[in-house]
């Protein structure tokens, strides 16, 4: 039989196709056991804030109902209602109603306490109070961005993003249609297997549709952290203060607005400093002769083209302004191109800054749809969708784990990762991944390396450990 050199080359590239597919293999199985825990965590906290935002509002918003009368009362007055309910405190925010049923909510603060005061907005009613930032859904974003335990949970939950990309990766090299699955077929589970492959079968099916998503959240979620996302990329696509046309600035930032882990500030302008109040800066706001109050500012807001629900923060400090600011990710829209901040000088009523979305760089445009799907706030469809994908996150997690337990022999003591090859050409595509990756993602690069090391050096040629993990 004659042997054509395209089958002798076939042959010959077998044992390194199957070595490849082998440290793929292992790859994702290291990088599942790390972020499998994080996953399932991420997708039932997302869960629980998602559904929480949905039927009480972020902010306890739908908690209290009223019946709509023909008009509503001054704002002044629906605040003083609010004041009379906290003794000694002072007013930091206002939270327009979004439909005629809803109440008015206003932030007071009373020394270490900050409460939230439900007004019912045509009556001057006070329907009740409560602690601001100590629902559920804070519980579960507290847990969802640092595990509760601050700075050393932000980097975990970090470093478990960057592994989720190598586990993307990964699978869909270990997914992609060869001998036995092609075409079609790679796109829908085997429900005729058993076992192990069955579930192997859905691993894989629900793993390619949800890849892309999983991708996004990833990404959208890294850009919060601490390393990667306040240090890098939010440093390098920060709204230029310089923009305001000869506007005095704070030494505040507009991250000072937000309120501990709870993000209502836009991802853009979280570093960008405020505005300060007192110069004859800015242009044309509230008219000459007319009080700078809180009726002034709520009047400038509507003629300024700020419709339905938006959030109005009261001057902090002497040099402190008003900000009326509509933000999808707070749950003020549903439409993130419409999302807008504006900074009104407390003193002369002039406004200061006007920032919208088409004023956001490249990377501000892509956070703030991007973390509008990531919270689910762009309609009832985007809710659906992220109920589907974190159940499906759910069980992507649960069934790795499932996998891994039955390919275990029956009372094994061991890890029993995939074997790792004992003679490999240098896999040129893996490098440049494992590479992008770290450069791309510095903190999960640094304990990138550290595992090749352990699994290349100590692994492999100690003996008790090599059994231990093989």
């Given at each position: 039989m004659t042997i054509t050199t395209d089958q002798t080359a076939a042959r010959a590239g077998a044992p390194s196709a199957r070595a490849f597919y082998i440290t793929?293999?292992?790859?994702?199985?290291?990088?599942?056991?790390?972020?499998?825990?994080?996953?399932?965590?991420?997708?039932?906290?997302?869960?629980?804030?998602?559904?929480?935002?949905?039927?009480?509002?972020?902010?306890?918003?739908?908690?209290?109902?009223?019946?709509?009368?023909?008009?509503?009362?001054?704002?002044?007055?629906?605040?003083e209602a609010a004041l009379s309910a906290v003794p000694d405190g002072s007013l930091v925010q206002y939270i327009v109603p979004r439909t005629p049923e809803q109440a008015a909510l206003f932030r007071v603060n009373a020394g270490d306490r900050s409460l939230m005061v439900a007004v019912d907005p045509y009556r001057g009613t006070v329907l009740g109070s409560w602690p601001r930032r100590d629902a559920l859904y804070d519980l579960a974003n507290t847990i969802h961005g640092t595990l509760m335990i601050g700075v050393v949970g932000d980097r975990l939950i970090e470093i478990a993003a960057g592994f989720g990309v190598v586990l993307i990766v990964t699978g869909l090299y270990l997914w992609w249609p060869r001998e036995a699955r092609r075409g079609a077929a790679a796109f829908a589970p085997q429900l005729s297997l058993k076992g192990r492959n069955l579930w192997k079968s859905l691993h894989q099916t629900v793993g390619i549709?949800?890849?892309?998503?999983?991708?996004?959240?990833?990404?959208?979620?890294?850009?919060?952290?601490?390393?990667?996302?306040?240090?890098?990329?939010?440093?390098?696509?920060?709204?230029?203060?310089?923009?305001?046309?000869?506007?005095?600035?704070?030494?505040?930032?507009?991250?000072?607005?937000?309120h501990g882990g709870v993000k209502t500030v836009p991802w853009t302008l979280e570093q960008t400093p405020m505005p300060a109040s007192g110069s004859d800066a800015g242009t044309p706001g509230i008219a000459d002769g007319q009080p700078v109050d809180v009726d002034g500012v709520v009047a400038l807001a509507r003629a300024s083209g700020f419709d339905g629900r938006f959030q109005l923060s009261y001057p902090s400090g002497?040099?402190?302004?008003?900000?009326?600011?509509?933000?999808?990710?707070?749950?003020?829209?549903?439409?993130?191109?419409?999302?807008?901040?504006?900074?009104?000088?407390?003193?002369?009523?002039?406004?200061?800054?006007?920032v919208g979305f088409a004023d956001y760089g490249v990377a501000g445009k892509a956070m703030a749809v991007g973390i509008a799907l990531?919270?689910?706030?762009?309609?009832?469809?985007?809710?659906?969708?992220?109920?589907?994908?974190?159940?499906?996150?759910?069980?992507?997690?649960?069934s790795g784990i499932v996998m891994w337990w039955k390919r275990r022999p029956a009372g094994a003591a061991r890890l029993v990762a995939p074997a790792l090859p004992e003679k490999m050409a240098l896999w040129k595509t893996g490098a440049i991944v494992?590479?992008?990756?770290?450069?791309?993602?510095p903190l999960t690069g640094a304990v990138l390396v550290g595992v090749l090391l352990l699994d290349l050096v100590l692994v492999r040629h100690v003996r008790p450990l090599k059994r231990a993990i093989s």
């Amino acid at each position: 039989m004659t042997i054509t050199t395209d089958q002798t080359a076939a042959r010959a590239g077998a044992p390194s196709a199957r070595a490849f597919y082998i440290t793929a293999w292992r790859w994702h199985f290291y990088a599942g056991l790390y972020v499998a825990p994080f996953l399932i965590m991420l997708a039932v906290t997302g869960l629980v804030m998602l559904w929480s935002s949905v039927l009480v509002g972020r902010d306890g918003e739908k908690y209290h109902s009223v019946t709509p009368a023909a008009e509503t009362l001054a704002v002044s007055r629906q605040a003083e209602a609010a004041l009379s309910a906290v003794p000694d405190g002072s007013l930091v925010q206002y939270i327009v109603p979004r439909t005629p049923e809803q109440a008015a909510l206003f932030r007071v603060n009373a020394g270490d306490r900050s409460l939230m005061v439900a007004v019912d907005p045509y009556r001057g009613t006070v329907l009740g109070s409560w602690p601001r930032r100590d629902a559920l859904y804070d519980l579960a974003n507290t847990i969802h961005g640092t595990l509760m335990i601050g700075v050393v949970g932000d980097r975990l939950i970090e470093i478990a993003a960057g592994f989720g990309v190598v586990l993307i990766v990964t699978g869909l090299y270990l997914w992609w249609p060869r001998e036995a699955r092609r075409g079609a077929a790679a796109f829908a589970p085997q429900l005729s297997l058993k076992g192990r492959n069955l579930w192997k079968s859905l691993h894989q099916t629900v793993g390619i549709y949800v890849s892309v998503l999983l991708l996004a959240f990833l990404l959208s979620g890294l850009t919060w952290a601490g390393i990667w996302g306040e240090r890098m990329t939010q440093a390098w696509s920060t709204f230029p203060a310089e923009k305001w046309d000869n506007v005095p600035l704070s030494d505040a930032t507009h991250a000072s607005m937000n309120h501990g882990g709870v993000k209502t500030v836009p991802w853009t302008l979280e570093q960008t400093p405020m505005p300060a109040s007192g110069s004859d800066a800015g242009t044309p706001g509230i008219a000459d002769g007319q009080p700078v109050d809180v009726d002034g500012v709520v009047a400038l807001a509507r003629a300024s083209g700020f419709d339905g629900r938006f959030q109005l923060s009261y001057p902090s400090g002497d040099e402190g302004v008003w900000t009326i600011a509509r933000d999808t990710m707070s749950n003020d829209s549903a439409n993130p191109f419409s999302d807008r901040t504006l900074h009104v000088d407390r003193y002369s009523g002039k406004v200061l800054a006007d920032v919208g979305f088409a004023d956001y760089g490249v990377a501000g445009k892509a956070m703030a749809v991007g973390i509008a799907l990531h919270e689910g706030d762009i309609g009832a469809w985007n809710v659906a969708l992220n109920t589907v994908f974190c159940l499906s996150v759910v069980f992507l997690s649960a069934s790795g784990i499932v996998m891994w337990w039955k390919r275990r022999p029956a009372g094994a003591a061991r890890l029993v990762a995939p074997a790792l090859p004992e003679k490999m050409a240098l896999w040129k595509t893996g490098a440049i991944v494992m590479v992008a990756v770290s450069l791309l993602f510095p903190l999960t690069g640094a304990v990138l390396v550290g595992v090749l090391l352990l699994d290349l050096v100590l692994v492999r040629h100690v003996r008790p450990l090599k059994r231990a993990i093989s």
